[in-house]
């Protein structure tokens, strides 16, 4: 299993702009798609955005489509999520996530096909 920790959240005025990282522990990060989801409070997680094992392929939520690009750095067990032209409805706890299935070259959205999740940061976005 991997182990995921995020950080880079915080509070940012509409139209800005943060960057997520996620750092994921153990040899066999490089072997699973890994995604970012989101929850807002009374609401379901929802898949955001998700990228393939080799980083070569990615799929995103048309909500974020255009504002968020996800990318990896398999040698240095990281994730990243750049969110630009933020608006308040992005306002969430947003975590990552390792599929459960390794060698998938494809992007899974839903929740249960991840089984590695960390603990989430918290994104606030002001109007």
């Known amino acids: 299993q991997v182990q995921l920790v995020e950080s880079g959240g915080g509070l940012v005025q509409a139209g800005g702009s943060l960057r997520l990282s996620c750092a994921a522990s153990?040899?066999?990060?490089?072997?699973?798609?890994t995604g970012w989801f989101r929850q807002a409070p009374g609401k379901e997680r929802e898949f955001v955005a998700g990228?393939?094992?080799?980083?070569?392929?990615?799929y995103y939520a048309d909500s974020v489509k255009g504002r968020f690009t996800i990318s990896r750095d398999n040698a240095k067990n990281m994730l990243y999520l750049q969110m630009n032209s933020l608006k308040p409805e992005d306002t969430a706890v947003y975590y990552c996530?390792?599929?459960?299935?390794?060698?998938?070259?494809?992007?899974?959205?839903?929740?249960?096909?991840?089984?590695?999740w960390g603990q989430g940061t918290q994104v606030t976005v002001s109007s």
């Open positions: 996530a390792a599929d459960r299935k390794a060698w998938i070259d494809y992007v899974r959205t839903a929740v249960d096909s991840f089984g590695s």
């Open positions: 153990g040899r066999t990060f490089r072997s699973f798609a």
């Open positions: 990228i393939t094992y080799s980083g070569g392929s990615t």
